[in-house]
């Protein structure tokens, strides 16, 4: 019994480290969401990606995130923002997704949040799909 659970323990214990590939754009671009986010303020507002996070941390999320971050980065010109988005362009690019395309017919939100928020649901989906590999469309 004790054997037993001492396996049980050790599974308990390695089983998050038996994760997906993740890829390598990704694992940089949670190290700069979490950096980006103990940095910036409160005050920032940009559109909601709530809905895009909850259906599932598809393509459409890391494209919609992209073009927000991109659009944010130009008012602020933020270094770790223009990372993190090069990242995040080279993985859709990687994955020969066409952001322009996927993201033409989604209706901007008329909800803002707040971008630690953003960067929150960001480093949220890059764990989902890096755990879970490229199971999402």
Known sequence: MKIAMMMMMMLFLVAPLAVANPH?????AIELAEKYNHSVTQEFYVE???HLY???CGDT???????ILHKHGNITKRK????????LEMFS???NVSCKELLMDLPPKRNEIQIPKLMDFLCKCIRQRNFHGDRNP
């Not at 999320?61 to 073009?67: R, Y």
């Not at 770790?80 to 990242?87: A, C, T």
Request: with cysteine; aromatic share 6%.
């Open 24 to 28: 390598p754009n990704l694992r940089r």
């Open 48 to 50: 909601d990606v709530q």
């Open 54 to 56: 909850e259906s599932g």
């Open 61 to 67: 999320f890391f494209c919609k995130v992209s073009e």
């Open 80 to 87: 770790e923002e223009e990372e993190l988005v090069r990242n």
């Open 93 to 95: 690019k990687h994955r």
